[in-house]
């Protein structure tokens, strides 16, 4: 991807313009401009102006106008699948599917902003009873949303769409892989919202992010991506305390217990794996199985993944990211060197742009393919004599996103001891479709939540108010204060603290 110097339609003198590319040809999707720190700031100024309409509007009028946005989002599902099919390569309806999830986030957050966010009475305790205490929850103003490029709908709207529904506007940068799926995303809303600048994309690389994160103005950074990069804009934004939402990559473990469901395991752990070719944050990238029920279930996955083709019309897509195809290569490697034992594809399946599944047993846990977060199709499947080592091995790591566990009989249990900031139990990623279930991680997988109660909360900033309804008969926070209100306030204290 290779910017060039041409006129931009409605900009004096010359900008730099990148193309997008459908990573199965090659073939360009689209021209962007690269926008610079003086395009994004700019963007940033007019997006104050419409905070302060938006935020004016209150929680209802904001609730129906998001409600007309779903409703677009909904006639102009395949228009906007087809976008994301053709900048990631992958199958349209998994582009579809995606869509769905993020509608369904996006009614979730309109309906309950209300609830969640309005003004709401505190008990102000005895000691301080005279006093009426009140919590208000008050938009940032503008947030920057700095998005991926392997859920390039689903991912950024856990952030766009709540933070608008807590009353802010928003500048939101695409990946530099995927800069239709978000032009077309602010397109649908545009009309919604009387043109006013409530959506705005800036389009661009890293540079563009990083103007993004200095630019006057910005209330809050919401980012994904990885880890590497997530320590990056912490930096820059820590030059002006801007406040941060990481939501980083991970590692993600599947606990097989012996009174599993092997069937529906071995199908979470090969969809969780090699879906959307493996580029999928909170994906299935090691598996725990007990000793006693192994060979079962590694006889039912590689039968499961034997099955799959990618490609242009197959199973799944290939790697969006080119580089991506290097970095499976080196783990399928690193695991078959270390003693690791390929069951389904191997080497010779890690091609450009597509790579096979391929599904490895038996690898040292020193092995990068366990170590380090692949984002591809390889699933690592070792075997442990029982649940303490699954759980022991599964929290080994610096990463904490999500888990998944299947048992019968003691899956909330074993849940309970992962680190990690989600876990499905005899089931897949669910929590990512559940929109009242916070989303992020702990450790080098981030910090912060989108989705839920606590993904609206994180783009407000929270203000206490305390009220004074009557005077108290002893003044204690006066210079007109005496020792015996004080004695009195002792008393007070060791009667009911005391005992």
């Not at 966010?117 to 938009?139: D, E, F, H, K």
Request: proline content about 5%; some cysteine.
């Amino acid at each position: 991807m290779t910017a060039t110097e041409t006129p931009a339609p409605g900009v004096s003198g010359t900008s730099a313009t990148f193309e997008s590319l459908d990573p199965r040809t090659g073939d360009v999707v689209g021209t962007h401009p690269v926008h610079d720190a003086a395009a994004v700031e700019a963007a940033v100024a007019r997006a104050a102006g419409a905070a302060q309409w938006w935020a004016g509007l209150g929680f209802a009028e904001r609730r129906r106008r998001l409600g007309e946005w779903r409703k677009a989002l909904v006639r102009r599902i395949d228009d906007l699948a087809q976008v994301v099919s053709d900048e990631t390569g992958k199958p349209l309806d998994d582009a579809r599917l995606e869509l769905v999830l993020a509608i369904d986030h996006l009614d979730w957050a309109a309906k309950h902003a209300e609830k969640v966010l309005r003004r709401r009475m505190v008990s102000a305790g005895l000691l301080m009873s005279n006093q009426a205490a009140s919590i208000t929850y008050v938009p940032i103003g503008v947030v920057g949303v700095i998005g991926p490029w392997n859920y390039p709908v689903f991912t950024p709207m856990g952030s766009i769409a709540y933070a608008l529904a807590a009353g802010n506007a928003v500048v939101f940068k695409p990946s530099e892989l995927t800069p239709g799926v978000g032009v077309a995303l602010a397109d649908t809303l545009a009309e919604i919202v009387d043109g006013q600048p409530l959506l705005q994309v800036v389009t661009g690389f890293g540079e563009t992010g990083a103007a993004l994160c200095r630019a006057p103005g910005v209330g809050k950074i919401a980012f994904t991506g990885s880890t590497a990069t997530g320590k990056r804009v912490m930096a820059t934004c820590a030059e002006t305390l801007t406040p941060v939402v990481i939501e980083c990559g991970g590692k993600d473990a599947l606990i097989v217990d012996a009174d599993a469901d092997l069937g529906a395991a071995a199908d979470a752990a090969v969809w969780g794996a090699m879906s959307n070719a493996g580029q999928t944050c909170v994906g299935v990238e090691r598996v725990y199985v007990l000793d006693v029920v192994a060979d079962a279930f590694t006889e039912k996955v590689v039968a499961g993944a034997r099955g799959l083709r990618s490609g242009s019309t197959g199973d799944f897509g290939p790697m969006t990211m080119p580089s991506q195809v290097d970095v499976v290569r080196r783990h399928v490697e690193d695991a078959l060197a270390r003693g690791g034992r390929a069951v389904v594809g191997g080497a010779e399946s890690v091609q450009r742009p597509f790579v096979e599944p391929v599904v490895i047993v038996d690898v040292p846990e020193d092995s990068t393919a366990v170590t380090e977060e692949t984002f591809g199709p390889l699933l690592v499947v070792n075997r442990v004599p029982d649940v303490d080592e699954a759980v022991r091995r599964a929290n080994a790591t610096g990463y904490g996103l999500g888990a998944t566990v299947f048992s019968k009989s003691r899956g909330e249990e074993i849940a309970a001891r992962l680190r990690c900031g989600m876990v499905s139990i005899n089931g897949v990623i669910s929590f990512a479709g559940i929109p009242s279930l916070p989303f992020g991680g702990v450790g080098d997988s981030g910090f912060g939540r989108i989705h839920g109660a606590d993904g609206l909360r994180e783009f407000t900033r929270t203000q206490a108010v305390a009220r004074q309804r009557f005077a108290l008969p002893i003044p204690v926070t006066s210079f007109r204060r005496t020792s015996r209100g004080m004695k009195a306030l002792l008393g007070i204290v060791r009667l009911r603290h005391g005992r």
